[in-house]
């Protein structure tokens, strides 16, 4: 069995980490998959997603490794637009900083084991959709596989 959903969520800005434990959970449910695994993706190269407990302790350890990885006010040529040249869009914001943290310390998917019909999580551990850049619509993937 193999189940795919896509969410749409609203991110409040950098390091705005939205809780998503609850659909990831629901998804599994609904799928009927008593035993495998669930993917959690980000198709996005300035979101992540992570397993680590929610709250403003979290939120305070990423923004003291984000500085010390990818400091703001270093100079990027990613955000110099008078050399760039590539893989811009429309309003191109300068979120360098957002790119290196998540090559560095952000990661694109969690995969999560299933047994009896839940997600096996440790205590305390939620899935976080963790925004890295600004505030905008983004969205994320839930893959169920298994029996």
């Known amino acids: 069995m193999i189940t795919f959903e896509?969410?749409?969520?609203?991110?409040?800005?950098?390091?705005?980490?939205l809780d998503i434990t609850s659909e990831v959970q629901a998804v599994v449910k609904a799928s009927g998959v008593e035993r495998?695994?669930?993917?959690?993706?980000?198709?996005?190269?300035?979101?992540?997603?992570?397993?680590?407990?929610?709250?403003?302790?979290?939120?305070?350890?990423?923004?003291?490794?984000?500085?010390?990885?990818?400091?703001?006010?270093?100079?990027?040529?990613?955000d110099d637009l008078a050399i760039?040249?590539?893989?811009?869009?429309?309003?191109?914001?300068a979120n360098a900083p957002a790119h290196i943290f998540h090559v560095f310390a952000g990661k694109a998917s969690e995969c999560i084991p299933i047994s009896d019909g839940e997600i096996v999580?440790?205590?305390?551990?939620?899935?976080?959709?963790?925004?890295?850049?600004?505030?905008?619509a983004r969205r994320y993937c839930i893959q169920v596989v298994g029996e």
């Not at 996005?44 to 010390?68: D, F, K, Q």
């Not at 939620?126 to 850049?133: G, K, Y």
């Open 6 to 17: 896509e969410f749409d969520a609203v991110t409040g800005g950098r390091l705005d980490a």
């Open 36 to 78: 495998g695994h669930v993917l959690v993706f980000s198709p996005h190269t300035t979101c992540c997603v992570i397993l680590t407990s929610p709250g403003r302790h979290t939120e305070r350890a990423l923004e003291r490794a984000m500085a010390a990885i990818a400091p703001e006010s270093d100079y990027y040529a990613h």
């Open 84 to 93: 760039r040249t590539e893989n811009l869009v429309a309003d191109e914001p």
């Open 121 to 136: 999580l440790g205590d305390g551990q939620h899935v976080l959709f963790v925004e890295l850049d600004s505030a905008r």
